[in-house]
């Protein structure tokens, strides 16, 4: 299999944990490049559950290895006990399958507290993030003022920049947000000591990953959430920090374009959204509330209860023309059974205006009509299919049609949580 990216095609939480599972068998290297420990990634296999953070899902693979790579932002604290649960389960976690980025940055329990406080502070303009710091701390990587996974190594360097770093925030704690400042002398004591233990693993992940790629090895670049959380292609300001799809590939990965190789979205047979921010097929009603506990559509990291409604074609379309996909698999087709009839989003209106193409330019998406086509749906249970003509003939028709819309392959389709509950149509 040539190199490939996997991404998320619509607003995260697709299913790509599962998918990426299935795949890391036929590639050498795993690699995450973006985001941080607010992607759950969630895969079951024999019936065993696994969630993954930050480790890319290749750790469950015996020999692949797993590399987090420089665009990660990375919360220490969460990767070491996401190294020690794994151990505990019996998987082996060693530098030779997992290899972490000294240019990484580091989330830091200043970047939570005030993911926290800049949310209390914008009141009904929050955007609903997970609270894991990721913004802030990509705030600080911006702004220059950050720390990286290399700085921790070494004590007083770090003692040095981290103290600066607190300097400022504990002022903003303290006067802007009136609250108590944290314990700088106490935080250089505890991430200093992290620093110790993760050095094992830490090297120049780029270097490694195009070393690897010339020499003919296959790298699976496994992407967090999803494109239309985008940070500049998204519906911001209610993104994450991060570029979700394969342009973030090269500047994360710290690898030419080139070595991307195949580009691969994830999307469910409906859609699904966490926190604040434009979803326009979004249902309101006692059908949204019955998708929702079918899919069990609540966060893996954060068990909060996820938004749901309709395929979005309009979306959908934008997100794999942006990323130039290849193909997508359709997960979580199993849970439409039951539902009818379907409903897909082929059109937006607003004030005698139809969109058919994603519209970037609104500012807002207030008074937005979503123009429906109407599906049949079908009774059968079908989680034990496992070839398409054994398919129920309103889901096929279903799933030709979502790919006549979107204008791109369907190359797998998921019908359950396990490692096997898929149909290859290529994939
Ligand atoms: P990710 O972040 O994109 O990996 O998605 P999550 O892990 O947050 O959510 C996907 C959830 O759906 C997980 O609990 C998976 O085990 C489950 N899942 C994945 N594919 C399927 C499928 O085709 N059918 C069903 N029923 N569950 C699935």
Redesign the pocket.
Known sequence: MPSLSVF?AQW???????VIDLLADRVHVVVRYQGGAN??????VDGQ?WILHLIPSGILHPGIVNVIAAGVAVDPITLLGEIDGLMKRGVDVTPRNLRLSASAHVIFDQHKRLDALNERWKGEGRIGTTGRGIGPCYADKASRTGLRIGDLLDPAHCAARLRANLAEKNALIERVHEEVPMDVEELVSRYTAVGKRLAPFVTDTGAELRAAWRAGKELLFEG?QGVMLDLDHGTYPYVTSSSTGPGGIPSGAGVPPQAIGRSIG?AKAYCTRVGEGPFPTELMDAEGERLRAA??EY??TTGRPRRAGWFDAVAMRYTLSLTGADGWVM?????LGGFGPLKIGVAYHRDGERFTEWPSHLSSFDGLEVEYEDHPGWPEDI?AVRRMEDLPEACRGYVARLEELVGVPVVML????ERD?VLSRGL
Do not use: N
């Open positions: 998320g995260g939480d697709e299913g790509k944990g599962k992607a759950g990634h969630t895969v079951v559950k967090a994830i899919g069990h966060g893996s997960t979580k087709l199993d849970i989680a998921s019908v359950g949580a509950a």
